[in-house]
């Protein structure tokens, strides 16, 4: 769209480590399931998709896959290891970052079966069926547990399903739960920084997206990603100012950094929750 600006929070946007960090002792599985070509980077052996393509500089880039390369036709492949070489502690450190977040991400796979227990705003939460529940709300009620009851959850969400339910329609069910609610503490978190940000904005919508928490564009529409929802409020808060702030400044320089510290002063220690925490696996 002409004239649109949109700025995103990334799942994976910490501030850069300083130079002369060490680099990581082991790292294993470095092979792109797609690999076409291999690299040693400090004696490490990385497999990598290497694609041409019409971009004019050489990009690079790291996903659960592995090391993804791009680069211009007219660039000989001695120009483009050069530049792997160049960026090689950044290259192992990201892919250490992405093979520890998978590590996180399949032991954190969620069983979909009655008592199965998952994060809400930050708590644990039981999920149990309950067919005959007088339901207020839409499909599900949340309800506080008490210290008497055993386990570690503060909640207990009873879902209006049939003990013979399948994993698919426990987890649709509670996936819709999540989904209003994240969409109603979102709307009132935005009301709240709102005024004190001196912004306005106009559209809230949830996204799904793999890789990033948020995005805010010039006209005032902001997209967060619903699995914050499990995350604690202070988290939550966090990326509802930094979407915000760029309704104020539209890029990621001092001026914006400014901005959020207004409001959260201690942002980065709330930013830093967001790469360290681990979240049910959904996909």
């Known amino acids: 769209m002409a004239g649109l600006v949109q700025l995103v929070l990334d799942f994976f946007s910490p ?8 680099l990581p002792h082991e790292l294993q599985g470095l092979e792109h399931p797609q690999a076409s070509r291999r690299i040693q980077l400090r004696g490490t052996t ?7 393509s019409r971009r004019r500089t050489i990009g690079m880039a790291v996903g659960p896959d592995g090391l993804e390369v791009s680069a211009p036709r007219w660039v000989p492949l001695g120009e483009v290891e050069a530049a792997l070489l160049e960026k090689q502690d ?10 520890a977040r998978q590590q996180r991400l399949q032991g954190a796979r969620i069983d979909w079966r009655d008592g199965v227990e998952l994060p809400y705003l930050g708590q644990g939460m039981r999920v149990v069926l309950a067919p005959d529940h007088p339901f207020r709300e839409r499909g599900a009620q949340l309800l506080p547990l008490t210290p008497e009851e055993p386990g570690t959850a503060a909640y207990q969400l009873r879902v209006g399903l049939p003990p ?10 509670v996936q819709a739960w999540l989904m209003r609610r994240a969409r109603e503490h979102f709307t009132e ?7 004190r940000l001196g912004v306005q904005w106009h ?8 890789t990033r928490w948020g995005s805010a564009s010039a ?3 902001i997209r967060l990603n619903w699995r914050l929802i499990h995350f604690k409020p202070e988290v939550i808060d966090y990326v509802v100012v930094h979407e915000l702030s760029h309704l104020q400044v539209m890029n990621h320089s001092p001026a914006f950094w400014d901005t959020v510290g207004q409001v959260l002063p201690d942002y980065a220690e709330r ?12 996909d």
């Open 15 to 22: 501030p850069p480590k300083a130079k002369g960090a060490p």
């Open 46 to 52: 990385v497999l990598y998709l290497f694609r041409r």
């Open 90 to 99: 950044w290259i192992l450190r990201k892919l250490q970052e992405m093979q």
């Open 164 to 173: 013979h339910a399948t994993a698919q329609q426990l987890r649709d069910a």
């Open 189 to 195: 978190r935005l009301q709240h920084f709102a005024p």
């Open 203 to 210: 559209k809230l919508s949830l996204s799904s997206a793999a």
């Open 219 to 221: 006209d005032g529409s």
């Open 271 to 282: 930013r830093a929750q967001l790469k360290d925490e681990a979240l049910p696996g959904w």
